[in-house]
């Protein structure tokens, strides 16, 4: 590839529709709008969703379900996941420089995977199976406030 052979993208070179100049335009006195009717009419505008009268499909789809408006959100990090960083005490913060968790919400420890070493677990939430499993390997887990 070389400049010789650089062409511009489809469409990059195109010219706006100028409407309304003229017959000999091919877009004059309806300026491309028909003849009568909502959408010809200067100033019409339909709301976004408007679908002539028919019932929006936005309206026609079944609803369910709620959205809790106080659900709390956790950050959910597996056993096998904290075995893996290889360190003694973990805290969110310590998982967050890891990379492990991303965002600032609350941290909760399932029982997924085993532990092999004793560690110091410091997070907002633990499943019962992880503080069994911190516990029996010799282990602390401190909840958060």
């Known amino acids: 590839m070389n400049l010789s052979n650089i062409r511009a993208p489809k469409k990059a070179t195109e010219k706006r ?3 309304g100049r003229g017959m000999g335009s091919g877009m004059g006195k ?9 959408r010809s009419r200067t100033g019409s505008r339909m ?10 499909l936005h309206r026609r789809m079944p609803k369910r379900g709620f959205t809790n408006i106080f659900r709390k959100e956790f ?3 597996s056993l096998e996941r904290l075995a893996a960083l290889g360190e003694t005490i ?3 913060d310590v998982l967050r420089k890891a990379g492990v968790i991303k965002t600032k919400h609350p941290v909760k420890i399932l029982g997924d995977g085993e ?3 004793a560690i110091t677990v410091h997070a907002h939430k633990f499943s019962k199976s992880a503080q069994e499993k911190i516990t ?5 887990f401190e909840v958060l406030q």
């Open 30 to 38: 309806t300026s491309t709008r028909g003849h009568k009717g909502q």
């Open 47 to 56: 709301i976004r969703g408007f679908e002539g009268g028919q019932m929006p």
């Open 90 to 92: 973990v805290t969110p």
């Open 136 to 140: 029996k390997a010799g282990g602390k």
């Open 115 to 117: 532990l092999k070493s």
């Open 75 to 77: 950050n959910i990090v």
């Open 17 to 19: 529709k100028r409407v």
